[in-house]
């Protein structure tokens, strides 16, 4: 109650449906120094050098639907380059690059001096707590988000690069090194996370009277922890145009990359491999190991050598007029893996402690259901005692680093002088990407559906039962496919008028679910195949440049309409994907909501879009979907375990189409010989068009089901001049 009171009382709304609008300042403010030098050592021989200082600070508001936490980011950031060119003869050049990057910054949560004890509760954190994170479905949400008292990275990299023509060769060689150091200090959720929503079997029935009475849905709390990652990077390239003839060339190159494994000073890096016992810390589970243990190194996988990338290139004008251009390459690009990513271990058992209590307490005794694990700490080599239901991570020792096919080929034509017309395929195939997977995933009962409950979620686990929760391992099995068309056209100035655009129609498929949402079941994750959430099938975008000068006869005229400047862009975009869900966990699998039972087409004829209110208010049908039930299986079967999985696509729906115009128009005035003035304006939506969000796909949630309730940014204006002198 205590917090209840402390929030603002409702200012918008009805009476049956107050609600509460308000706003929440998001300053930034930040300052930025460079200084060059350039400077000939001698006729062949040239350095330079740069120094950019960057200091900023920006508030961020974490979401919540009333005010409540503000996280304040600030962040350093010095990079220094030096480089050196030495024309070593007249057909060859060298060039040396050193750099040094450092990036150093931090999150802190505000208010900073309350958490939840300041409301009476028992709660217990460790680190620099903040207020709590609550979510009341329906109703309201008080966000909070994961700080970060201290962050950073020390980069440092040597490039040399050496050139050589001959005849009709153009030779690149050279390679690289750099070192790159991460450090992070992070509080994780340590300020606790309640989420309280709608049941009618263990609570109330009402999200807001479960809050009432303290009966959340799920608990969660973390302890905090500092992690760090130095990798190593190498590469060496080798590249070649070749003239074959004055209107073909080829070029060809490879490349080698070498990535060592991140490794932690601290060793805070795991592995799982079932059955093994670590000797390195034996107080760990069964099957976790770390550094020094049999067949786990230091960076956890080994170093791979087959990181070589070769590509192939053409340019071709076969008219050898200079109006037609055939260009088509192809390429295996490698990719790397970042500290943050790798330290993600750090972020679980032994290390820390990321808790999902099996029973939730209230928000005034929240270890009243289950003993607090708390204050967790960890020595290296004796792992403190294992909390029933903590969670493990870990990168697999045969850990594989993604890579890319890209290939394309394109024609550009020459229509008019000043004309240009292009059309191109473009395709992007990325393989071994890395993807979570809980290999503890529980077990369904089929024989007895109801048996499988939110309660017994670690009972059902095959690993450790009733002593582990999940085990989490980054699989490099996931892939994604990007295939474009793209048509693009250019108009040259030209009577005061240019123009230039590109129309793109495009299919954007992820394997696994890259881009989050919940798993449907961990033991097939082929159920998460489909769309990207950027998959947008047809896009179109458009820029033009008129400057009118066309009154030179007419005085008034002349000086009134002649010398502005009006360019507007314009965006046409189909709509994006979305899920229909059925918003509950329904089979206990722990891993949140599952997708519908499609039964019939979502968008029959019943369902029209020709009004405005058409669209915002059913958007599809809801009825063309079913959710799956424990206690009647045959009702609504799905996929897998007794038909305990959904149906429908993640991803495989669509919302309404995106248009916008941005528009700026501005002139420039003489006040003198020396003294110019420019008036600017712009907007952005200057039509105040509305391009409606995609809808609610959650389809237990009355009221706002198939519903869109979010829109695209409204008009926004903008004047400036500018007096050059």
Known sequence: MKIFKSLPAANAGTTLAPSYRGFVLAPT??????????????????????YFYLKGQ?????????????????????VINLSDTFTISSNKVNQAWVTYTRSLGGRINTPGNISLTSFGSAFAGQGQLSPPQISVTNYFTLSNAIMGPTAGTNFYSFRDLFILNKGKHALSLGGEASLNKDMQLTDLNNYGVWAFTASTSVRTGNALSDYMLGQANSQTQDAPVYAIDNSFFYALFLQD????????????????????????????????????????????????????DKGVTRGITPLRLNHISPRLGLAWDPFGNGKTSVRAGAG??????SGNEWNSTSNYYPFTLRYTFGVPGTLSQPYINTPSPFPFNYTPGKAPALVPGATLLGVPTNYQWPYTYQLMASVDQQITRSTFLGAAFVSSLARDLVYNVDINYPTFNVANPTANTAANVNARRPIDTNILGGINVDYSNATSNYNAMEVTFSQRMTKGISAHGFYTWSKNMEGYGLDGGTVEDEKDLALMKGPTNTDKRNVFVASIVWTPNYFKGNRYFHSVVDGWTISPIIKLSSGSPFTVSTGVNNNNNGNGSENANQVSNPYDSTITHSSRQKEIYR?????????????????????????????????????????????????????????????????????????????????????????????SGMRLIQIGGRLTF
């Open 332 to 337: 295996i690009f490698w990719g790397g893996v």
């Open 619 to 711: 958007w599809f049908d809801t009825a063309a979907f079913c959710s799956y039930s424990l206690a009647n299986p045959s009702a609504c079967p799905g996929t897998g375990p007794d038909g305990s999985d959904g149906t429908s696509q993640r991803n495989g729906y669509y919302g309404p189409a995106y248009r916008d115009v941005d528009m700026a128009i501005l002139r420039d005035f003489s006040l003198g010989e020396r003294l110019k003035l420019q008036i600017r304006g712009e907007a952005t939506n200057v039509f105040n068009m509305v391009s409606l969000s995609a809808p609610n796909g959650a389809i237990n949630i009355s009221g706002t089901t198939n519903q869109i309730t979010s829109a």
């Open 29 to 50: 403010n930040y300052n930025e120094y460079m200084g060059k030098i350039d400077h000939q050592l001698s006729q062949r021989q040239r350095l330079f050098g740069s």
């Open 241 to 292: 145009d070749w003239h074959i003839l004055h209107n073909l060339t080829i070029n060809a190159g490879i490349r080698w990359d070498i990535q060592t494994p991140p490794t932690d000073p601290q060793n805070k890096e795991s592995t799982f491999v079932t059955g093994q016992q670590s000797t390195t810390d034996p107080t760990l589970p069964l099957g976790e190991l770390v550094p020094g």
């Open 58 to 78: 920006n508030s961020v508001n974490e979401g919540s639907s009333m005010p409540w936490v503000v996280q304040l980011q600030s962040y350093v950031l010095h």
